[in-house]
């Protein structure tokens, strides 16, 4: 139990028995007013009677409370359990999304794959293009390297500079 539902529960039962042991003095007729009238009456009955009527307010408040507590957790858990499932088939609507397009790929690849030959063919083609231009380009360069060391040779010799004689051999 809650340390406060304790305390309440040792007020009540101190209460219960300073009234039993002086139940006496609290049944003995008082004088009261009522403002427009006077009674006599045992003022601790009805002291009593009152406190055990704010008693019972209390513990139906408290009953009114729990309940409605109860009654919004599972209202709470019903919702959760419904967002739950509606994330669940949303998850499971993805997936089955993926898969389908990821087999629709893999048609597709597959497809690709049927003509092997013929793709490989294209390829080598292309190669073989690319190389000859390869070797077309390098062959124009050295070319071009040659013939400027020509001029540069041409040059140096109308300047009356003379060069070393080559050597066979290319050193």
Not at 13 to 22: E, P, R, T, Y
Not at 155 to 170: C, I, M, Q, S, W
Request: glycine share 6%; net charge negative; with cysteine.
């Amino acid at each position: 139990m809650k340390l406060r539902t304790v305390f309440l529960l040792l007020v009540l039962l101190l209460v219960g028995a300073f009234s039993a042991l002086n139940w006496q003095a609290f049944t003995t007729p008082t004088p009261l007013s009522l403002g427009v009238a006077q009674v006599e009456a045992p003022l601790g009955v009805i002291m009593l009677g009152a406190i055990a009527f704010l008693t019972a307010v209390f513990l139906v408040f408290v009953v009114y409370v729990q309940a409605s507590a109860l009654f919004d957790s599972r209202r709470h858990a019903q919702e959760l359990q419904l967002n739950r499932e509606l994330a669940d088939k949303a998850e499971a609507s993805r997936f089955t999304e993926l898969r389908s397009f990821l087999e629709g790929e893999l048609q597709q690849l597959s497809g690709r794959g049927a003509t092997p030959a013929a793709t490989d063919a294209a390829i080598l083609e292309r190669l073989d293009r690319l190389e000859k231009q390869v070797l077309t380009a390098l062959e124009q360069s050295a070319n071009s390297v040659a013939a400027c060391v020509g001029e540069l040779e041409d040059r140096l010799e109308t300047k009356g500079n003379v060069l070393p004689a080559r050597r066979p051999g290319g050193t």
